[in-house]
């Protein structure tokens, strides 16, 4: 097994609840209670859970943007929380975060080649001062954008190509972690695949390792090596891929599985669904023992006294970490392994450049267009006044506008 | 109709190219003022009136201190085209060179203003916490006071003096200290909508400093509402000014400013209308002139309009 | 189910013709704004049937919602325009009726429900008030009767102790909750057609699961016809019968679920289906489309698609296809459709 690079140890995060004029602490929101886990290098940790789980707090624990209530976090075997100023910046230039909203996470106000320059400007160090303009275009051709484009605004691109843009920023200083909060939610369908198919080449190319934090569980499955469940501040089930997709022991973690649709309707009604009640209950007050006792059909009474660690249990097939009293496998996704399958090359392309341009008008669109398409094109362009075109053009345009 | 379409679809294809240059947010808000009339109308207005506070030879070449007793009075003439008052004066002189009192203790005004409210603002928005608290709270304080009053006290504490800067910069003085809480307020509600910002955070993540996170993450995205409020502001300093001489507690005779000059003429208001109306015209075109141009910037900047 | 049985008292205004509920033809929507015309549904046709799912899928930007809120007539116009098209619920044009009649059929005959449920709930009303206001306003009912139809409503939506928190307000209630009372809400006065814009895009799954059976159980118990707006293609899977898929203002392709899902007919709705990561495989290699749909002011001719389409040919850029029958019950707007489904 690779070595460790970043570990989470013990994190805890609550914050206090104030009520009246003095601002007196009536309670704590329990937001990240007691979550521990190793990144090893150049893998990916898929961190997924409901909102109010906790995942986007312990990101932002792990990039110390907030700091714990309790708990470490080690890079490298150094612990984070002690380090002096200069260690810190040190350490801030190992370990960067990718944001979920593409529209807030760049500085209107910049231009993009300022954007991604910033953190060679923070840490003077990693590019001589001649060769950061250099530097920011090579990300930009690393992220798949066009090098050209370095003076444009946010707002010139599109949705697809500002998470592009936030991710060269996150790997201008060439980390080792990146913190990847959401990364692709925010993103439609179709755009989404060519993020994630980026984010897997960037971590191959860089040796990157991914916190890769979502609610959409389809996606982390695809994306992870490793995958984390969480359920109001704890990890309820840590463990490979496949052990927590194939085999999940945790009750929490089969119902999520059993309730994401799956896009195909012959399915339909022969997925077991397993339905839970109520609501997940505040994080300010979270029930005794098992934190999901009161919506789990298999709880007994030990499971409201006694708190279950997340310790290595059986399922079926070896083990993987669980934090059920009663964990025991169960089939909830019958996993078809569709490795040997391409994809049609007719319909869909597997590459990772931006294709957002394509269609849009916004400006190059040259970069993936099948030689023949573009000759075409070129020879429709270049005459327009083709007659049997032209009558096609004019009665086109003629609807639109009624 | 149908030739335009047909000339301009086919074009309309994507091609390779960088079509859209680059364009920041500042001069996308230059293009939309540029097409707006009543950016045109405000600006040739300012224009004018600073050029008055500047050079006042420019457009006048009588003394507006040359006293004409015998023609105290006399309603608008070839000679005098808006008259003279009740000193004599000529009134268009007095016009034009009460410009400079006006236009001084408005830019000065709203100058201060900003800096003072602006940085209270960004430092209590920024900082949060106690900070935070003390400083609203002594905005509050200043924000109480009522304008007349404030303004009497700090005008009667300051030493009388003649120098005519030093009045005027005794108005700014006390225009400034009333002014700034409302600036600071305005500050820090945009400093505390954009702080939460993922692009703010991004920078805190990269390890860079406070100044430089306030300096290149923070002010630039906070500064718009600043900047119209101020622009509006300045008119309305202007009034204020007008107002103060008006009670007389602001700009004294011998100073030429256009309160003054209203405050003298109300008297007659009945009998000489125009030692009224000129003054007042002019006061009322820059202050308007003033507030048109701030509302043609916050429309400019507003970004649900893009 | 008494409660089914109570809110139907009033019957409805209108009669379905053959079954047909809605019928939506030929429709255009562009807004005007100060940087030009931008065409957000280009002609569009569909009809809904009595006690049908018909799913709109679409990207954003495809004029889906769009859609929803021009048949609910709730478009702001200006700056939305209407220049072609109609809207026949039961045989009747909403679009040429008086205003005061359309208002008319908001709540008993159509209705809606929203994604973001917080903000349409009004938030200084407690929610049993504004469940009631419908009956009130519509029904005439007195507030005590209105109140208890309310509780029968909430409970109906299976909120627990709905007796209990039928005084309590919006924010004191979960996301899922919040919708369950839209829900309510919506078909308080028994709509014939419920139109649900991206009802669950907002929830958890776990939530989003409950509210998907919710809406399907209440559509068979009232025979409701339902369209069910999302991009979502794994919620289609489950709930639809039907799926017209949008893409740039106009419908490229509509099929039965399980024909489209097999085969799909245009080369959009292929790319979309291989684009996405599915929770029952492991190894897949993702793939995308790539590229965006087109500017709304400024519709590349031939077929919308073409610019990002990888089969496109010289007819695609100068022709724009029509929806045209390609299988029995399939229709689909590509020049290419059999090789597609053949694919």
């Known amino acids: ?64 943007l907030e700091e714990p209530t309790a708990g470490t976090v080690q890079f490298e075997g150094q612990d984070w929380s002690g380090a002096s100023a200069r260690e810190t910046r040190r350490l801030r230039r190992n370990i960067q975060i990718v944001f979920q909203d593409p529209y807030t996470s760049l500085n209107p106000r910049m231009t993009v080649g300022d954007i991604i320059g910033e953190p060679l400007e923070i840490h003077p160090d990693v590019v001589p001062k001649g060769g950061r303009r250099q530097r920011v275009q090579e990300l930009l051709d690393l992220v798949g954008l066009n090098p050209e484009h370095i003076n444009r605004y946010p707002h010139q691109f599109s949705g697809g190509q500002r998470q592009r843009i936030g991710i060269a920023r996150g790997i201008a200083l060439n980390p080792k972690v990146l913190i990847c909060d959401e990364p692709v939610s925010a993103l439609d369908v179709s755009v989404q695949a060519q993020v994630v198919n980026l984010m897997e080449k960037l971590q191959d190319e860089l040796g990157l390792a991914y916190v890769f934090i979502a609610h959409d569980l389809s996606v982390v499955r695809h994306i992870s090596d490793r995958v984390g469940v969480m359920y109001l501040g704890r990890m309820a089930e840590l463990g490979e891929e496949d052990e927590v997709y194939s085999r999940p022991t945790h009750p929490y973690t089969q119902a999520l599985l059993s309730a994401v649709p799956v896009p195909d309707p012959t399915l339909r009604g022969k997925r077991e669904q397993i339905v839970l009640v109520g609501d997940v209950p505040s994080p300010a007050n979270p029930p005794s023992g098992c934190r999901f006792h009161t919506r789990c059909w298999k709880a007994q009474d030990v499971c409201s006294q006694e708190e279950p660690q997340l310790e290595m249990r059986q399922d079926g097939a070896g083990g993987h970490l669980s934090a059920c009293h009663f964990a025991e496998p169960r089939l909830v996704v019958e996993t078809v ?59 086109d345009t003629d609807d639109q506008q009624r | 109709m149908t030739e335009a379409a047909v000339s301009e679809a086919p074009t309309s294809t994507p091609e390779g190219g960088d079509s859209a240059p680059a364009r920041s947010l500042a001069s996308d808000a230059w293009r939309t003022m540029r097409s707006n009339p009543l950016f045109w109308v405000s600006s040739v207005l300012i224009v004018i009136f600073t050029l008055m506070a500047i050079f006042p030879s420019l457009f006048t070449s009588t003394n507006p201190t040359e006293a004409i007793l015998r023609d105290a009075r006399v309603r608008p003439n070839a000679d005098a085209w808006f008259g003279r008052d009740i000193q004599g004066y000529d009134i268009y002189a007095r016009c034009i060179y009460g410009a400079r009192a006006s236009i001084l203790v408005g830019l000065l005004t709203t100058v201060f203003t900003t800096l003072v409210g602006g940085i209270v603002g960004v430092f209590a928005g ?38 005519y800067f030093y009045i005027v910069l005794k108005v700014v003085l006390a225009l400034v200290v ?16 954009v702080k939460p910002n993922d692009y703010v955070q991004a920078a805190r993540a990269l390890g860079a400093s406070p100044w430089r996170v306030v300096r ?83 429309d400019a900047l507003d970004p649900k309009n893009r | 189910m008494s409660t089914a049985t109570d809110t139907t008292t009033s019957g409805h205004t209108y009669t379905p013709k053959d079954g047909v509920l809605l019928e939506v033809d030929d429709l255009f929507v562009e807004f005007h704004t100060r940087d030009g015309v931008a065409t957000a549904i280009n002609g569009v046709s569909f009809e809904l049937r009595q006690g049908e799912s018909l799913a ?55 209705s809606m429900i929203f994604q973001d449920a917080l903000s349409s709930l009004n938030p200084v009303f407690p ?61 308080a006065l028994d709509p014939a057609v419920l139109i649900a814009d991206e009802p669950t895009t907002a929830l958890d799954v776990t939530v989003q699961a409950q509210i998907m059976a919710l809406l399907e159980e209440l559509q068979e118990e ?122």
Not at chain 3, 67 to 96: F, K, S
Not at chain 3, 156 to 180: C, E, L, W
């Open chain 1, 1 to 64: 097994m690779p070595e460790v690079v970043l570990s989470a140890n013990n994190l805890v995060k609550h914050y206090p609840i104030k009520k009246g004029v003095l601002r007196r602490t009536v309670g704590h929101v329990k937001a990240v209670d007691g979550v521990s886990f190793d990144l090893h290098k150049g893998e990916t940790l898929g961190i997924v859970g409901e909102s109010g789980c906790g995942k986007s707090t312990l990101g932002r624990l792990l990039m110390r």
């Open chain 2, 216 to 298: 290149s993450h923070i002010v630039p995205n906070a500064l718009a509402p600043m900047i119209v409020v101020a622009t509006i502001n300045l008119g309305a300093y202007i009034s204020a000014e007008a107002t103060l001489s008006y009670l007389g507690i602001g700009l004294q005779p011998p100073t030429v400013s256009w309160g003054v000059d209203i405050s003298a003429a109300v008297v007659g208001m009945r009998t000489t209308p125009h030692m009224l109306f000129f003054p007042s015209l002019f006061l009322s075109l820059t202050v308007l002139a003033f507030i048109m141009l701030g509302d043609v910037v916050r």
């Open chain 3, 127 to 187: 929610v049993g008030w504004q469940i009631a206001e419908m009956f009130r306003v519509h029904r005439g009912m007195n507030k005590s009767d209105a109140l208890e139809q309310a509780v029968r409503l909430m409970e109906r939506v299976q909120i627990p102790a709905a007796r209990d928190r039928v005084k309590a307000y919006p924010h004191q209630f979960s996301g899922g909750m919040r919708q369950r009372i839209m829900i309510a809400m919506a078909i």
């Open chain 3, 222 to 343: 009232r025979q409701m016809g339902l369209i069910l707006i999302t991009h979502d293609l794994g919620v289609v899977a489950d709930v639809a019968d039907r799926i017209a898929v949008m893409y740039s203002g106009r419908l490229v392709e509509k099929a039965e679920v399980l024909d489209l899902y097999a085969s799909p007919g245009h080369p959009y709705t292929r790319g979309l289906l291989e684009s996405i990561p599915r929770l029952d495989q492991k190894g897949q290699t993702l793939a995308a489309i790539g590229g965006l749909p087109p500017n709304l002011m400024n519709i590349p001719p031939g077929c919308p698609f073409n610019p990002r389409c990888r089969m496109a040919q010289d007819i695609c850029r100068t022709d724009r296809p029509a929806l045209r029958e390609v299988a029995p019950g399939r229709l689909s707007a590509c020049h290419f459709a059999e090789e597609v489904i053949d694919a």
């Open chain 3, 56 to 110: 709109i899928l679409g990207e954003s930007g495809s004029g889906k919602s769009v859609t929803a809120q021009a048949i609910m007539g709730i478009l702001d116009m200006p700056p939305a325009v209407i220049p072609q098209g109609h809207i026949r619920y039961c045989g009747e044009d909403l679009l040429t009726m008086p205003e005061e009649q359309r208002r008319k059929t908001r709540g008993p005959e159509i």
């Open chain 2, 126 to 163: 920024y900082v949060g916490g106690w900070t935070d608290t003390i400083l609203s709270r002594l905005g509050d304080v200043f924000f109480a006071i009522p304008l007349l009053l404030g303004a009497v006290i700090v005008l009667v504490t300051l030493p009388a003096t003649d120098n």
């Open chain 1, 337 to 395: 392994d569709v490795s040997d399958l391409v994809p049609d090359e007719r319909f869909v392309s597997s590459s990772t450049d931006d294709l957002d341009d394509v269609g849009s008008g916004l400006g190059h669109d040259d970069s993936l267009a099948p030689d023949d398409r573009s000759t075409v094109e070129r020879s429709s362009v270049s005459d327009p006044q083709a007659p049997a075109d032209t009558s096609r053009v004019v009665q």
């Open chain 2, 178 to 193: 009333l002014g700034w809480p409302s600036m600071a307020r305005l500050m820090r509600s945009s400093v505390i909508q």
